[in-house]
């Protein structure tokens, strides 16, 4: 089950929630909906990332637990903060400077995720339980071009 909720203001934002699964699709069109074109695959990879982690690790693929998704946009950028029901973990992020030759090998089970995320977002914030991550990618302002004619 997928639930909604717009606000009545200018700013735009939305919250939704679904019980725990893999199969993502739907949500990430939704969240990318108002995303750029050309932004949408990178953040679409980052969302994904975050999701299955919230999905498989946080929740442990339980259906009966809830990932909610809170997304803005201001004029600065976009933000998501996803939450899930599990019980946290404690595990660091590996990823120092952020790179992508940072990644841990092919091979490695885990901490790829948490690389990824800081590679493509701008801010990547973990809550005190770990249970709550914040997104951020923020916008570049484009430049007027001046006519000269």
């Known amino acids: 089950m997928l639930a909604i909720s717009l606000p009545p203001t200018k700013r735009y934002g939305c ?55 809170q997304f803005s946009i201001t004029q600065d950028g976009y933000s998501w903060v996803i939450s ?33 995320l800081h590679e493509i977002f701008d801010q990547v914030h973990w809550d005190q339980q770990k249970t709550q991550l914040r997104l951020c990618k923020q916008v570049k302002k484009r430049k007027r071009q001046l006519s000269l004619s």
């Open 15 to 69: 919250t939704m929630s679904f019980t725990s699964t893999l199969y993502l699709c739907p949500v990430l069109d939704l969240l990318l909906a108002k995303i750029p074109d050309d932004l949408q695959p990178e953040i679409r990879l980052g969302l994904q990332e975050a999701l299955v982690n919230a999905a498989k690790h946080g929740n442990q693929l339980d259906p009966t637990k809830s990932i909610v998704v």
């Open 84 to 116: 899930d029901q599990g019980k946290g973990f404690s595990s660091q992020c590996n990823c120092p400077d952020h790179s992508l030759e940072a990644l841990p090998p092919d091979e490695s089970e885990n901490g790829r995720g948490f690389c990824l």
